[in-house]
Every structure is written in structure tokens, then in C-alpha cells.
Nanobody, 119 residues
């Protein structure tokens, strides 16, 4: 079983920054990708950013200029640097790990970390 622990969420003022961290452990057979999604009540979970083991990085919508994903796959860890935060960035941020060891992609989610952007 894979265990994912997120940290770094909290309350920040508009224009501020936060850095989220995600560490995975347990029975990881073949790590394929790690990344971040976010969700607000009543809406679908949406992609923030993800990174594959081959180096491909994807960002949801147009967050390229404010959010940066980085990884240390040797430690099964991924980070999300968020700058110039806006109230609409308020959400629960979930980390995921995709494992391709079984021949198909198996995704595990963390419990989520709350990010609140408010003055």
C-alpha cells in the first residue's frame, strides 16, 4: 500500500506565497508520475501541475506563471511553489502518485491540505 503525506498548506494573504510538499512511501513498484490537484466544494477536482518520471510536466489552465512544480523522485517527493496567490486559489490541494508497476496506471491520493487565500 502507498502512503502519501502532504504538508505546507495554511492561510496566506493575497499576493503571498506557499510551498506545498508531498512525500510518498510504502509499496511503490514503478513510480510513473506525481503531482497536484485541487478541489473546492461543489466542483470537480482539477489539475494544478504534474510531473512524470520521464520529465514531462503539465500545468492546468494558465498557472505556468504563478505555480511551479518540482520533484525529487529519488525520494518519492514532489513540491508545489505557489506565488502571487489569489482568493480563487483557495481550495484543498491533493497530491497524487501514479504507479505503473502493474501494467496499468494505479493512482493513489493523499488526504489533502487546505490552502486559504484571504486578507
Amino acid at each position: 500500500q502507498v502512503r502519501i503525506v502532504e504538508s505546507g498548506g495554511g492561510l496566506v494573504q493575497p499576493g503571498g506565497s506557499l510551498r506545498l510538499s508531498c512525500a510518498a512511501s510504502g509499496n511503490i513498484v514503478s513510480l510513473y508520475a506525481m503531482g497536484w490537484y485541487r478541489q473546492v466544494p461543489g466542483k470537480q477536482r482539477e489539475l494544478v501541475a504534474s510531473a512524470t518520471i520521464s520529465g514531462r510536466i503539465s500545468y492546468g489552465d494558465s498557472r505556468l506563471d504563478r505555480f511551479t512544480i518540482s520533484e525529487d523522485f529519488s525520494r518519492n517527493t514532489v513540491y508545489l511553489q505557489m506565488n502571487k496567490l489569489r482568493p480563487e486559489d483557495t481550495a484543498v490541494y491533493y497530491c497524487h502518485l501514479d504507479d505503473s508497476g502493474s501494467g496499468a496506471i494505479s493512482r493513489t491520493w493523499g488526504q489533502g491540505t487546505q490552502v486559504t487565500v484571504s486578507s
